[in-house]
């Protein structure tokens, strides 16, 4: 079975903390994602890497960076959390050619 | 720059009736893949059905099939006798087929289906 696993399922954290967000995935793809989820927004990309070591910005990037040092795993980091950055984390995975990509179970983040 | 757009927000359905979720796409990409998600409230994204823009048949799964209009830039999903756990939200999404690929996805569709 496929998995894709996120470290917290819900998450509390102060303003100003620096914030892990983890993700691993089994099925050796080369693709790994992370969005942001908020109510009448849909899904929004945050960053996605296509490779160990590699990483791209996409469309909301500001307050985030990310790691990826092994191919299972892919890391998002919030340096100084900030309450608007309360929000529901998906990370997904996929291969080279994206025609199917699955998603861990979400991250419900609170930043008080 | 891709984009879809869901203009439904909300949708009301009967048990055991067929239901169809809206979607239009605008992409300049000549390959590109389209799909379906459904969200439960416990919030997992559930992979639900792909279409390559490139596919003679509509694709389907099960109760699910996925209507593509190329020439009219629409893929709607259509769920066949709906059932109570059918109550979820719906997000389609596109990708490019080409190069280093992402999911862009819409608003959402929330589907409800009564006994």
């Known amino acids: 079975d496929v998995k894709v696993t996120q470290s917290s399922r819900y998450l509390v954290k102060r303003t100003g903390e620096k914030v892990f967000l983890e993700c691993v995935q089994d099925m050796d793809h080369e693709n790994m994602f992370w969005y942001r989820q908020d109510p009448g927004l849909g899904l929004r990309l945050i960053y996605f890497?296509?490779?160990?070591?590699?990483?791209e910005k996409g469309d909301i990037p500001e307050g985030y960076s990310v790691s990826r040092e092994k191919k299972e795993r892919f890391s998002l980091i919030l340096e100084s959390a900030s309450t608007n950055q309360t929000s529901m984390y998906l990370c997904?995975?996929?291969?080279?050619?994206?025609?199917?990509?699955?998603f861990g179970q979400g991250t419900r983040l609170t930043v008080v | 720059a891709q984009k879809i757009t869901q203009t439904q927000p909300g949708m009301f359905v009967q048990e055991k009736e067929a239901v169809t979720l809206d979607c239009t796409y605008d992409t300049s990409d000549p390959s590109y893949g389209l799909f379906w998600y459904k969200q439960p409230s416990s919030g997992e994204m559930i992979f639900l059905i792909y279409?390559?823009?490139?596919?003679?048949q509509n694709a389907t799964e099960g109760r699910y099939s996925l209507n593509f209009q190329k020439a009219r830039k629409s893929a709607n999903l259509v769920i066949s006798a709906s059932q109570l756990g059918d109550s979820a939200m719906y997000f389609c999404?596109?990708?490019?087929?080409?190069?280093?690929?992402?999911?862009?996805f819409g608003k959402g569709t929330m589907l409800l289906v009564s006994p």
């Open positions: 890497s296509y490779d160990v070591k590699m990483k």
């Open positions: 999404a596109l990708s490019r087929l080409a190069g280093y690929s992402t999911l862009t």
């Open positions: 279409q390559g823009s490139y596919d003679q």
């Open positions: 997904a995975s996929s291969d080279r050619v994206l025609t199917e990509a699955f």
